[in-house]
């Protein structure tokens, strides 16, 4: 299983020198290659490298970062591609769509570049790294994480790393071939309700509340507008600091959720069971003051941290249909509209039973997922013998 171990790079004002001109002349390169590429419709790897890998090298590129510099450019027009087949952009001859076809792609001054371990090699006991640059190579640059960040460097780091250069502060952010723990047969399944007003509800009765993430959200929004209005240097100063705080502060309330929900499921023995929500956005329709908290709503992203810590586990993991999840009785299972009689209230019309809503759906998620998990399961029924065998086993045949 991949994952990704971010670093803090600690460089002295030499080495941060270093990397500026680094990345600046990666991506002046590839700039160059990409304006190349358009104007002569070639845009695969093989082609870029056929004509462009000997101009790079002669813009002071070493050659595996001249490679790296060509893939980059040949990636970046593979998805520009698949964005327009899928859509993305727009219909054909929409104005963001033209936009995009009718210039090269291009790379800002400091956008990350990917290395491999010929140009950039760890020394994760002493938080060193020596990395590739333009002004030659730099031994013994220090890096910051945490303990549990360097055994996984030193244990499983396998692939690419990205300089990353963000907020006035340098990172590497490495890739990772962590081993997954076998996958244990569940007694049974914790179900897990997604949403706005409850982040998540489990069927065991942990139930993570969004009220404090809202209004703090609510709170962001208003001094980012009350900044924006003002258009000082100052506010574009304090606007420039505070950018992705608040996508910081969700990303780690998503990882404490997700952490206690997969503690619960390895504690008890259990898996489980989740809604597939994919385009749920497409689909809703929502009234104009709606729209913002829906929109910044990060169930993918939950949903992501549950399933990489449940394979780290082995944890099962199963995805089920979301529909009717609100409006289904966990007990007899009786499906009513009528059944949600608010945000917070099921009273089922069918048997009676009263229950908080979100618990009651979470409930339902949850036998839907053993459901799922026993049809997917191979068959446990012995294989029929021969018809010899079989007869042997039943009742002898009346003699004639």
């Not at 060193?128 to 333009?134: A, C, D, F, G, Q």
């Not at 009263?354 to 997917?376: K, L």
Request: proline share 4%; with cysteine.
């Amino acid at each position: 299983m991949k994952i990704v171990v971010q670093v803090r790079l600690m460089p002295t004002p030499e080495v941060v020198s270093a990397l500026e001109s680094t990345l600046r002349a990666c991506n002046e390169a590839a700039n160059w290659l990409s304006g190349e590429a358009y104007e002569r419709g070639e845009m695969s790897r093989k082609a870029l490298q056929g004509f462009a890998y000997r101009d790079l090298k002669d813009r002071g590129l070493a050659a595996q970062p001249a490679l790296h510099v060509l893939r980059k450019v040949a990636d970046a027009y593979t998805t520009l591609k698949a964005s327009i087949r899928n859509g993305n952009l727009g219909r054909p001859g929409s104005e963001r769509r033209r936009k995009a076809e009718s210039k090269p792609v291009g790379f800002r001054p400091g956008a990350a570049q990917p290395y491999d371990d010929r140009c950039l090699s760890w020394q994760a006991d002493a938080q060193t790294v020596s990395i590739w640059t333009t002004s030659g190579r730099l031994r013994g640059v220090r890096f910051a994480c945490s303990e549990q960040s360097r055994k996984i460097l030193a244990e499983h780091r396998k692939g690419e790393t990205d300089l990353v250069h963000r907020d006035g502060m340098w990172f590497l952010i490495a890739t990772c071939e962590v081993p997954e723990a076998a996958r244990f047969e569940p007694d049974g399944f914790i179900g897990v309700d997604l949403g706005i007003t409850n982040i998540a509800t489990t069927s065991t009765g942990y139930r993570a509340a969004g009220r404090g993430l809202n209004r703090y959200r609510k709170r962001q929004l208003a001094l980012r507008a009350k900044l924006q209005k003002k258009r000082t240097k100052s506010a574009k100063r304090r606007l420039k600091e505070r950018s992705r705080r608040e996508q910081r502060h969700v990303r780690n309330t998503n990882h404490i959720i997700s952490k206690k929900i997969v503690t619960e499921a390895e504690r008890t023995s259990r898996g489980i069971a989740l809604e597939d929500l994919g385009g749920i956005r497409q689909r809703a329709r929502l009234r104009k003051p709606q729209r913002v908290t829906f929109h910044a709503w990060a169930f993918a992203q939950l949903g992501r941290f549950l399933e990489y810590k449940a394979r780290r586990a082995g944890v099962p993991l199963v995805y089920v249909d979301p529909a009717f999840t609100s409006q289904e009785c966990a007990e007899c299972h009786h499906i009513e509209k009528a059944n949600r009689v608010d945000q917070a209230r099921f009273v089922c019309r069918g048997c009676g039973v009263v229950a908080h809503a979100d618990r009651n759906a979470s409930r339902a998620i949850a036998h839907r997922g053993e459901n799922a998990w026993t049809a997917g399961r191979e068959s446990r029924v012995p294989a029929a013998g021969p018809p010899a065998e079989r007869l042997s086993r039943g009742r002898p045949p009346h003699s004639q």
